[in-house]
Each structure stands twice: as C-alpha cells, then as structure tokens.
C-alpha cells in the first residue's frame, strides 16, 4: 500500500519573500546623490526619493494619491440607507400579505375585517413609527407574520454587526438558543470591561471569557487591550456612521432599534458596551461625520465597516505624510495597505521600507560632527564609479575606442617584475606570482597538486618604466550664475567623476578641487558635493589660481595640470588684507592681478585647460587670450557633456600625446 502526498502551492503571503532579490539601491542613490549636488540636504534629498518612487514602484506621493481617490470613491459610491430601505421592504410587504389574506378570509367577521384593514390604511408614514405600531399586531397572514418577523431580525443583525463585524451573516436565521448566546456574551463581555475599567481584571479572566465567546470574535485578540481596541475602533465607526446620517434617518433607525430580535434588552447591554468602549478609548473618534453622496445603499454593519476603512484610509494618510515627529516608513501599516489598496501597494512601501533602511543601516548615510546626515565615503565612491562610466561612454562615443597599450596608470612594461606593494596599479606577473606560490607551498610541506592558495606576499607586479605623476587643480566656477543656468549639478558630477578616477586609477597623482566665487576654497569632494548654490556674486578666479599655485609648490616632483570650469569673466580678485574686492563690470585691476597670477602658473610649467561654459562672446575673447599666454587649450563643452571634456583633458594631460583606451572606468 503506498500513501501519495498532494502538495498545494500559492502566493507567498507571510511578509517579505523570502526568495526577493535584495532592494536595488543604486537608483535611489543616484537620485539622492543628484538632489544633493543640486543643493538638498541628503535627508531632504531620500524624503524627496521616497516621495517620488522608482522607475517601478509608486513613491508616497502616489500611494497618497491613491488613499485619497480610494477614500473619494467610498464616500461617492454609498449611501446610509440600506437598512431602512429594507425595513421599508419587509413592511410593504408584510402589509399587502395582510390585506391579500384578509380580502380572501370570508370566515371573518366584517366588522374585524374593517378595523383591521383601517388599522393597515392608517399607519404612520414614518416607517419606524409604523414597525413599531404593528408590534402588538395579530397578523392573520402566516406570510406578513413572517415578513414581519424578518424586519426584528434583520434589525437585530444590523445593530449586532455595526459592533461586531460578520454578526449580520452569522446569526441569519439564527434560533432562540443562539440568540441568548450573544445576549450571554454581551454580558459576560461589559462585566469584563467593567472590571478591566475598574483595574480589576486579570489575565484569567479574558482567557475564560475567549475559551467561552471566542467564536465572535475573528479577529482573534490575544489580550484584553487588543480586544479593546478592536471593538472601539468598530464602535466608534458606528457613531461616526450615525452622526454621517441625516436627522429623520438617525431617528428613524433609533426608533427602530427597539424592535431588535424583538429585545430592549439587546439596545440596553449595546448601550452599556458603548459607554464602556468610550471611557476606556477615549481618543477614538467618536462625534466625527462623513457626507456621502453615492447611490448604492449601506446596511449598519456595512456602513460601520466602510467608516472604518474610511478611518484607516485616513491613518494611511497621515503615515504616508511622514510629516510627524520621529516619523519613519516603519510605521507605515503594509497590512492596512494590502487592504485598501491592494497587495501592489503595498510591496512598493515595503520596498520603500527597506531602502530607506539600508541607506541608513548600510552605510550610505552617516551623521557628522553636528548631526546631520552627509553622504559617506562609501556612497561617493559608488556615485563616483557611476559617473565615470557615463563619462568613459560619452567619451567612447565622441571618439572611439581607443589603443589599449597603456591601460591602466602603468608606463612601458621592462620585462622585469618586483613583489607587490600597497597602492599598486601595474598589472600582475602571473609567472612569477603562481612560482612563488608553489615554493611557499612545498616548503610548508605542503602539495601544490592538491591546489595552491595565493598569499599576498607571493604576489609580484610587471615593473614599468617610470612616468610623470601630475598634481591636477580642477577649479570650479561657483558664481551664482552657474546655479542659475543649470550649470550646478554637471560641474559637481565632473568633479566627482574626475576624483573618482585619479583615487582609483591613478593613485600616485594628486587632486585638489578648489571652487571660486566670491573667494576662492580649497576643499574635499565630500564638501563640494554638498555645497549649496550661493546667491552672493563674484568670480574670484584670483583667489582660485593663488590656491592652485600653492597646492603645486606643494608636489614640486609632480607634473602640475590645471582645470578651470567657468561660465564668467573674473569679478572679483583677493585684496592684500585678505577681502575681496568685487565689481561688475569687471574691473581693470581685477583683470591685471588675475592674469599676473596666471603667468606665474605658467613661468612654472603648468599645463592648463580652461572650460568655457556658455556663448557669451566677451567671455570667449577673454578665455583664448588666457589660453594663449600660457600655451593653454580652451575646450567649450555643452553642459552634459563638460564630464567627459574634462576627464578627456586630464587623460591627455596625462600621457601627453600617447594612446589611452576606456579600461580606466573600469
């Protein structure tokens, strides 16, 4: 005998899966890295990401919008009439069941007849009203009894399922027997909660209540509190339902509500729930309203569950603001979410979630010294290999591929090799590399046959001849005209490309990235990132050049290599007292003291490219007279592409005439 298993598969739906690839966070950082560039603080940079989204997933602001559109559909869509229209129902037909039996009972008496079909002419317009005159009614219709038995159950149901969700579909065609059982349950629940108010509960006492009623309860409340804040939150969306209808249709229904399984017992102990809900949850919602406008009619049970999810919607609001203290996408609730928007929603904040995280928790985000949140080092080395690859493309692109005889920052190779050193770009022996490891093995004791471990020791590099290492100044342009011209973020995104690149490739060279506007500052990439667009005006080209002829004298062995992007005429030159002195148009001594600084550059070899950034013809004029004092270039970029002129002309610099190929974006 063999026993088959049947396996049965569906949707993964116990949280994250499981087997999701791991959150893709270069988007996101190359987005916060450019809104940062552009000016904002790397925490308004990721809120502004994660307000925006991805490529593939809606950001807050989306998700926002759909909250809302769901919440204007709901209110548009129903009205709070249902119940009353059914009762309506029942009752016409309870009384044309009558009228159909009386007309055919010729048993009858006439005068009973008469006054019972008066009785039925003359009730209320009011359909509370006439239920409740029909109370004491002897119905001569088995079918009109019966209907009009069905309005004290339906009624029942429907105050039962505004406080217990599920309890209009569960107790249909309930029995006697199960309608004591929720009268037994009503009370055994307010003695708790009148104990637990009270301060006088325990957990015994919610244990034995749950083993004996816990059938009504779906939600499965695994303590006292969470039972609470269940039924208030339903209880509190009944009153809201309530005080959403209109005044004839709220006294309609409280009239009404005495008929309830034909029991003010019942009205009473709902009362008494209530009462207690309110005094133990005091901060739910309890006197707000909702207008709804729509046509399709809501029973209580139905309406209570719609202003809850009209409640939720308006907590999934008020999370996806982010707007409140201490606030984080944690708190976001994915199951809430899930529910009112679908499962999609709710994997994009999840994913939200988890970005924001690791951009925290992984090291792309750390604090300084005052507390705010900078890019670290390790999200500005992934930046920077990000933008030196755009850059090797346009490049590639511009110009071709290039002859790979000196890739990398190695000369000519000699033919003879050395043991490898820290910060070592030449490619590796591998002969004498795997040699070495064989000896070190066998005089281990070991078998190379078994297979061979390399040690760092056992490494040697190709030895090449020696080449000229360069001392670059970039100089960049921080006028305001080159944030008001969009010029801002293409020149930080050059300079970290252009660092990326000489602390990877060629690490025997020296970067110095100095900005100038109304003074000039030397600074570290870290800072030039976050630098904001400054308002104050000057191109102190000046200041600029006499911190570049420091930072040469500074690496006098080094080649020295000049970068400047401008988009302007120097403005403003640096006084002897160490002010800055400014004036537009640019003024003559400006001009004089600028060009005398440049020549000294030039007198000390220094190879210089200047980036002119814009069409102004007086500009032009001034930046090829600079050029051609020192035997310069001048390079005129469109503003997308000044990366790659500029990595272009430090790679040029660099091997002076040779051939160089892409493999230093690698």
């Known amino acids: 005998m063999s026993v088959h298993h049947r396996s049965r598969y569906g949707r993964y739906a116990g949280g994250p899966d499981p087997l999701a690839p791991p959150v893709d966070l270069a988007e996101a950082l190359d987005a916060v890295a450019e809104d940062v560039m ?26 926002a919008r759909r909250v809302q559109q769901r919440r204007k ?3 548009g869509k ?3 009439d249902g119940t009353l229209n059914e009762v309506q129902k029942l009752l016409e037909t309870a009384v044309l069941e009558e009228r159909k039996q009386l007309a055919r009972d010729v048993r009858m008496d006439d005068t009973d007849r008469a006054f019972r079909e008066m009785q039925l002419q003359n009730l209320p317009r009011s359909t509370a009203a006439a239920v409740n005159e029909l109370a004491s009614y002897d119905w001569q219709s088995s079918t009109a009894r019966e209907a009009y038995e069905q309005i004290k159950d339906l009624l029942g149901r429907e105050v039962l399922d505004q406080r217990f969700a599920g309890m209009k579909q569960a107790l249909e065609g309930a029995t006697d027997e199960d309608r004591a059982a929720v009268a037994q349950m009503l009370g055994d629940l307010n003695d708790l909660l009148d104990k637990h108010r009270r301060g006088e509960d325990t957990d015994a006492d919610f244990q034995e209540f749950m083993a004996k009623h816990g059938q009504f309860f779906p939600e499965n409340p695994q303590s006292v509190e969470e039972l609470i804040d269940a039924l208030a939150q339903r209880a509190a969306a009944a009153q809201r339902m309530l005080r959403s209808m209109s005044a004839e249709q709220r006294e309609e229904l409280m009239q009404l509500s005495a008929q309830a399984f034909g029991s003010p017992e019942l009205m009473a102990q709902l009362g008494q729930l209530d009462a207690n809900l309110q005094a133990l949850r005091p901060g739910e919602d309890w006197s707000g309203s909702e207008r709804f406008e729509g046509e399709e009619g809501l029973g209580l049970g139905d309406g209570t569950g719609v202003l809850q999810d009209l409640a939720e919607l308006d907590e999934l609001a008020e999370q996806l603001s982010q707007s409140y203290n201490g606030s984080r996408l944690d708190d976001l609730d994915l199951e809430a979410l899930a529910r009112q928007l ?13 970005i924001e995280k690791a951009m925290h928790d992984g090291g792309f985000l750390q604090r300084n010294a005052d507390g705010d949140l900078k890019l670290s080092p390790q999200a500005m080395r992934r930046l920077g290999r990000s933008l030196l690859r755009d850059t090797a493309k346009q490049l590639s692109g511009r110009q071709g591929r290039r002859d790979t005889r000196v890739a990398g920052a190695a000369g000519e190779q000699t033919g003879s090799s050395r043991p490898w050193e820290f910060g070592d770009a030449e490619p590796w022996d591998v002969t004498r590399t795997i040699t070495n490891a064989i000896r070190r093995t066998i005089a281990d004791g070991g078998d190379p046959r078994r297979g061979l471990r390399l040690a760092v020791d056992d490494i040697e590099v190709t030895e090449t001849e020696a080449r000229t290492q360069a001392a670059v100044a970039l100089l960049v342009d921080v006028s305001f005209s080159m944030a008001a011209e969009g010029r801002w973020v293409p020149m930080k995104r050059t300079a ?12 025997g060279d020296r970067l110095q990235l100095i900005s100038f506007g109304r003074y000039g500052q030397s600074m570290d990439i870290g800072e030039l990132t976050a630098l904001p667009p400054f308002r104050e005006q000057g191109t102190n080209l000046h200041h600029g050049l006499l911190l570049a002829g420091r930072f ?11 970068l400047v ?69 001048v390079v005129a970029p469109d503003t997308g592409d000044l990366g790659a002129a500029v990595v272009g002309e430090y790679l040029r610099a660099h091997f002076r005439g040779r051939p160089f190929d892409d493999d230093w974006a690698g």
């Open 73 to 75: 559909d709901l209110l």
């Open 38 to 63: 552009a000016g904002y603080s790397p925490r308004h940079a990721l809120q502004e990401y994660l307000r925006r989204g991805g490529r593939d997933r809606d950001g807050l602001d989306q998700l």
């Open 552 to 562: 040469f004298r500074q690496h006098p062995s080094m080649q020295p290599v000049l």
């Open 78 to 80: 129903h009205k709070l």
């Open 565 to 633: 992007v401008t988009d302007g005429e120097p403005t403003a030159h640096l006084l002897a007292d160490g002010d800055s002195w400014f004036n537009y148009p640019p003024d003559a001594e400006t001009i004089r003291i600028t060009v005398a600084e440049l020549d000294r550059l030039g007198r000390a070899g220094v190879q210089a490219t200047f980036f002119r950034l814009g069409n102004d013809p007086g500009l032009e004029r001034f930046i090829q007279k600079l050029a051609r004092r020192i035997d310069g270039r």
């Open 342 to 354: 679908g499962q999609d929603a709710a994997v994009s904040a999840r994913t939200l979630a988890e």
């Open 496 to 507: 970290l490309a252009l660092h990326h690149l000489v602390s990877t490739k060629f690490r």
